[in-house]
T-cell receptor, first 112, second 117 residues
Framework: GIQVEQSPPDLILQEGANSTLRCNFSDSVNNLQWFHQNPWGQLINLFY???GTKQNGRLSATTVATERYSLLYISSSQTTDSGVYFCAVEPLTQGGSEKLVFGKGTKLTVNP | KAGVTQTPRYLIKTRGQQVTLSCSPISGHRSVSWYQQTPGQGLQFLFE???????NKGNFPGRFSGRQFSNSRSEMNVSTLELGDSALYLCASSLVGSPSSYNSPLHFGNGTRLTVT
């Protein structure tokens, strides 16, 4: 099946710093989504981004589907940005057992 | 608009018992999916329902089952619980047009944390 690799696995920042999270995937995809899981376990959809660039406040994302990667940019980080960021892809070819395949996540800690 | 609602939030069961989890999707969303999250395996797809029909199923044993009702609400059931079934179970809903793709963002509920002792 498709492989989804996220880097870095862990990231510690000071409040106000910028960061870039990367997601590589091994095969063609229908779409790609970025999620933030807060310390209470809730998964929040940040971006639905099969290709191109989107921005939402301090966050932006870029997916280059032909090169099989996506980047999530966080600018002027805040302590509330802490949590785990997941990239998830929907394989183009589905055998039924893979719907949305998640990476292992990047754990972000933003210190005050 | 209310988000995805899952009940209960926490559940403690004993090995061998069965459990039923409930999910109400965002109003207007007809696709409901279930995912299991564990520290070791991460987030894994269980199954997806659309218009009361299971359209996709992940690699889980037959002890895991689900259904969707005419109002799009969904339930999943796990029978003969094992210790390894302890996990956070997440339900997600989306608007969907194509039968083979999430063509819109997936929105998750707060999850049900199941502990099997």
């Amino acid at each position: 099946g498709i492989q989804v690799e996220q880097s870095p696995p862990d990231l510690i920042l000071q409040e106000g710093a910028n960061s870039t999270l990367r997601c590589n995937f091994s095969d063609s995809v229908n779409n790609l989504q970025w999620f933030h899981q807060n310390p209470w376990g809730q998964l929040i959809n940040l971006f639905y981004i099969p290709s191109g660039t989107k921005q939402n406040g301090r966050l932006s994302a870029t997916t280059v589907a032909t090169e099989r990667y996506s980047l999530l940019y966080i600018s002027s980080s805040q302590t509330t940005d802490s949590g785990v960021y997941f990239c998830a892809v929907e394989p183009l070819t589905q055998g039924g057992s893979e719907k949305l395949v998640f990476g292992k996540g990047t754990k972000l800690t933003v210190n005050p | 608009k209310a988000g995805v609602t899952q009940t209960p939030r926490y559940l403690i069961k004993t090995r061998g018992q069965q459990v039923t989890l409930s999910c109400s999707p965002i109003s207007g969303h007809r696709s409901v999916s279930w995912y299991q999250q564990t520290p070791g395996q991460g987030l894994q797809f269980l199954f997806e329902y659309f218009s009361e029909t299971q359209r996709n199923k992940g690699n889980f044993p037959g002890r895991f089952s689900g259904r969707q009702f005419s109002n799009s609400r969904s339930e999943m059931n796990v029978s003969t619980l094992e210790l390894g079934d302890s996990a956070l179970y997440l339900c997600a809903s989306s608007l969907v047009g194509s039968p083979s793709s999430y063509n819109s963002p997936l929105h998750f509920g707060n999850g049900t944390r199941l502990t099997v002792t």
